[in-house]
Structures are given as C-alpha cells and as structure tokens.
C-alpha cells in the first residue's frame, strides 16, 4: 500500500531532550516536506526536501533541522525541544514539487507535547 | 491581506441542503489550486484540483475565479460524511522552474458540521 508513515504518532517529552520523529514514504516521490499544526495557525512549513541532499528552510524552521539522505526518509530532529514547539506534525511527499499531477500525501500525523 | 484566506466557520449545514465556500488569494501569479479535507485530528487529504474552467467530482463543484482572486467550493445534496474541515491550498511559483513547493500556502480552513 502506497503510504507516508511517521512515527511516533504521540509522543510526550521534557525541554531539552533530543527527539526525532520518522518520516518515510514508499512511493518513490522526490519531495518531501514537514508541517505543524496550530489551532487558529492552519498548517504551517517548517522544512521541504525537493531531492535527495537538497532541503530547504520553510515558514518556521527555527528549532528544527531535517535531513534527506535517502529518497524514502525525512526525519524531523528537534535537538533542544520547548513548549512552543508542542504541537501536531505532518509529514507530507508528493512525486515531484506539487502540481495538478503530483498531490501532495501526507501522514497520519505526530502528537508532540514538551513540558 | 493574508495571502490566503478562508472564514473558519463554523458552518452548520442541515442534511441534504447544499454548502457553499470561498478562499481568496493574494498573490495574482498563483499558479494552482486545490481543496483538501481533513478530518479532526486526521491527516489532510485531498479533496479536488481546481481547474480555469471550473470541474465537479460527484456532488462537489470547484470554481476558480482569476479577475477576483477567489476558489469556491460546492457541496451539493451535503451528507452527514462531509462534517470535516475544508483547506484551501494555493500553489505560487516558487524559485524551481516549473512551481515549486515552497510556494505552496495552505489555508486556514472552513469548519462545515452537517446536521442531520
């Protein structure tokens, strides 16, 4: 089945402590992207991937890197987590940039509290 | 004017009765358009493109409006399944030729809420 799996899907943490959630896609598509989720804020970028070893600052990359090393994965690294970042994250891919032709798909989301 | 707009709802809609909204943009050299429905607490998933001249998928018809800078949605004979939040999604040029995803902007949403 052709899917966006992202993992943790909860996941509760304390300020400062290191995390990463998981993102990979079977799909073989060439962009991937992360967004959070804020109620009252929509759905907001933080990073994109068009290629393998190609990212890109999104809206709100600030305490966040990625990385893409491999076509499937787009892990999302927090390496000093606060309580502005507690939130709900996407993960999303599409074949290549986004258009009529390429949707983007996403996963079924991360529950991230930092306290 | 925030680049793209949507009333939050929530709309409260009886059952069978037909539900219409808009999203406006504000970038003029928007390129594509699209509507997504998400879920409570579910992933967006998408709806429909939005084609210039206007295409329909079942009960549901898109429009797009370039000289007013506006994307409707409709929902006919609405079902108590289209409870959901609906995303306006607008796709601007980015730096990659061809658009790019880093001009994608996502609205805010529309709450609709069918009753039955």
């Known amino acids: 089945e052709a899917q966006v799996t992202q993992n943790p899907r909860y996941l509760i943490t304390v300020t400062g402590k290191k995390l990463t959630v998981t993102c990979s896609q079977n799909?073989?598509?060439?962009?991937m992207s992360w967004y959070r989720q804020d109620p009252g804020l929509g759905l907001r970028q933080i990073y994109y991937s068009m290629n393998v070893e190609v990212t890109d600052k999104g809206d709100v990359p600030e305490g966040y890197k990625v990385s893409r090393k491999e076509k499937r994965n787009f892990p999302l690294i927090l390496e000093s987590p606060s309580p502005n970042q507690t939130s709900l994250y996407f993960c999303?891919?599409?074949?290549?940039?986004?258009?009529?032709?390429?949707?983007?798909?996403f996963g079924n989301g991360t529950r991230l509290t930092v306290t | 004017r925030k680049e793209v707009e949507q009333d939050p709802g929530p709309f409260n809609v009886p059952e069978g009765a037909t539900v219409a909204f808009n999203c406006t943009y504000s970038?003029?050299?928007?390129?594509?358009f699209f509507w997504y429905r998400q879920d409570c607490r579910k992933e967006p998933k998408l709806l429909m493109s939005v084609y210039s001249s206007g295409n329909e998928d079942g009960r549901f018809t898109a429009q797009l409006n370039r000289a007013s800078q506006y994307i409707s949605l409709l929902i006919r004979d609405s079902k108590l399944s289209d409870s959901a939040t609906y995303l306006c999604?607008?796709?601007?040029?980015?730096?990659?030729?061809?658009?790019?995803?880093?001009?994608?902007?996502f609205g805010k949403g529309t709450h609709l809420i069918i009753q039955p």
């Open positions: 999604v607008v796709n601007t040029k980015g730096r990659y030729s061809g658009g790019g995803a880093d001009g994608l902007t």
């Open positions: 970038n003029s050299a928007s390129q594509s």
């Open positions: 799909m073989n598509h060439e962009y």
């Open positions: 999303a891919s599409s074949r290549s940039g986004y258009s009529y032709d390429s949707p983007l798909h």
